[in-house]
């Protein structure tokens, strides 16, 4: 063989090489093994068991553990390979009480400028992953906290988050809590202090990316993410606990920043191919029979979702016989059900619940007794929070402010010659009645589309000098009804009944005075 020949085959054996050493870094996969920790030494010791059955997902595919609770999934960049926690288990909890239960493979740096910290490489990648887990019995009736919009913008708000809102939360007594998005309002630099103050609650927390909880100096949706996930961790994944699979998504879709012009681009709803992807996956192995829960910052409805995504979303639940969509965003109280009307035409009980904010209406208005801004919604909600109760695969809520009494469910207003009804959880299909004085007859409330009295009267107070009033929300969940005709000048009393579609019963009452 002549010396260009030797040159040419070093050369094409070189290529072949580079390229079976690249082929095999993209295909490169990673095991592990999912095991009960009864020592709790984080160490799977030659005396415990692997966990069969177990989800795990690189967020595109999911494979279930073998019999000694083994698994293998392919390494893709910049994913993380988690573990679904498996009912009546828990996974260690870190410094700030948050589970411990996924790993990242990230190698290359995110090409983009960010102001924020960005999600540290994968410098070290293990032959083997192991996720100890440790027995939490009792699941079968737990219940957790809905924690809507802090939406911090500077150390002042993270003042008004921790006296005004994290002491209430502490009062209830709760298995996990999720904050439904925008922890941070734009300043990123927040994240950290809001995990740090949340992890005083001392119960596992979940967080759910929103939309100004993003990078907006990111030019790519996939990339939006990134200070988030370097504090919280992954921005969609799924967990149990008893009968209930909870399911965190990310559907916020970030256009990405506007260089030529210097100004951040435009967030709509939706959800990623591959994350649906994901999603169809993950929802094969649970059965039909467990409540699916939905956590996700913008309102899983095609009123912010195009119907496109929402069609394929429902076909996936076609066959549930429970399912809750919980979300945040719009500061507001809205209960509602899907219905044929909304795409779903289904059998199945699909409700949902935007639960307000903890900000109310963005930490504004006049201050407490405790300097913290009183801040009503506007749509007359006080600024507060939810607590999810469950029992086997059945669930309820109930909504507690932060404001006023935590048993404050509605508002009573005498309207002209009307008597309305501001109920924050009711549903449009619920029933609001009223008794006056010791008549025995109720009167039957009709619900409608208004604005609430109280946002009014300090909408005006605030913006003497005509300020545009549609920006007051019209909300769905007031009812009214007539003074009767028979009612004599002087005081009367009102006593609310509502009731919702579960059978629960709320109350309220009102003291006016008639002048005919």
């Given amino acids: 063989m002549c010396h260009s020949s030797i040159r040419i085959f070093k050369l094409l054996s070189c290529i072949i090489l580079v390229f079976l050493s690249t082929n095999a870094l993209l295909a490169q996969n990673i095991e592990g093994f999912v095991f009960e920790d009864s020592n709790h030494n984080s160490i799977m010791d030659s005396d415990e068991k692997g966990l069969s059955g177990v989800m795990v997902s690189n967020q595109k595919e999911v494979v279930i553990t073998d019999e000694n609770g083994y698994f293998k999934l392919k390494l893709i960049e910049g994913n ?64 957790c906290l809905l924690i809507g919009d802090p939406q911090m913008k500077d150390d002042r708000r993270l003042a008004y988050y921790r006296d005004g809102v994290i002491p209430f939360l502490a009062k209830r007594n709760a298995d996990f809590y999720v904050v439904l998005g925008d922890m941070a309002n734009n300043f990123l630099g927040i994240l950290p202090k809001e995990k740090s103050i949340s992890s005083t609650l001392g119960i596992p927390g979940y967080r759910v990316f929103g939309n100004h909880d993003m990078n907006y100096k990111a030019t790519e949706n996939k990339n939006a993410a990134e200070t988030f996930k370097s504090v919280y961790g992954p921005d969609f994944y799924s967990f149990d606990y008893g009968r209930f699979h909870y399911v965190i998504l990310n559907d916020v879709l970030y256009d990405g920043w506007q260089t030529d012009l210097f100004i951040a681009g435009k967030y709509a709803g939706g959800l990623t191919k591959n994350q649906l992807k994901w999603l169809a996956n993950d929802l094969q192995f649970i059965p039909s029979d467990k409540t699916i829960v939905f956590f996700s910052h913008i309102p899983l409805h095609e009123i912010f979702i195009e119907k496109k995504t929402m069609r394929l ?24 059900d899907y219905t044929a009307e909304d795409g779903w035409e289904f059998g199945s009980g699909f409700e949902g619940l935007v639960a307000g904010a903890t900000c109310g209406s963005w930490w504004s208005g006049p201050l407490d007794k405790n300097n913290i801004p009183y801040s009503l919604a506007n749509d007359g ?62 009167l039957i409330l009709a619900n409608f589309l208004d604005r609430d009295p109280l946002v009014l009267s300090n909408f005006k107070k605030e913006n003497e000098l005509g300020a545009d009033i549609e920006r007051v929300e019209r909300t769905a969940h007031l009812w009214k009804v007539k003074i009767p005709e028979e009612l004599n000048s002087g005081y009367h009393s009102i006593k609310v009944v509502a009731k919702d579609s579960r059978g629960q019963l709320f109350t309220g009452k009102k003291i006016f005075y008639l002048n005919k």
């Fill in 381 to 442: 909600s006080p600024k507060g929070f939810f607590q999810m109760h469950t029992k086997n695969a059945d669930f309820n809520y109930v909504f507690h402010s932060t404001n006023e009494p935590f048993d404050l469910q509605m508002r009573t207003y005498v309207v002209e010659d009307e008597i309305w009804v501001n109920w924050f959880v009711g549903k449009s299909t619920d029933t609001v009645s009223i008794y006056i004085d010791d008549n025995p007859q109720a």
């Fill in 313 to 336: 979303f429902f076909e996936m639940l076609k066959d549930r016989q429970r399912i809750f969509a919980v979300s945040g965003h719009l500061h507001t109280i809205i209960a509602y």
């Fill in 80 to 143: 993380y390979i988690f573990v679904t926690k498996p009912e009546a288990y828990q996974f260690q909890l870190n410094e700030f009480n948050n589970p411990e239960f996924y790993f990242l493979y990230k190698t290359k740096k995110t090409n983009e400028e960010f102001r924020f910290p960005r999600m540290e490489l994968t410098t070290k990648i293990p032959k083997v992953l192991y996720f100890p887990l440790y027995k939490n019995e009792g699941e079968e009736e737990h219940s």
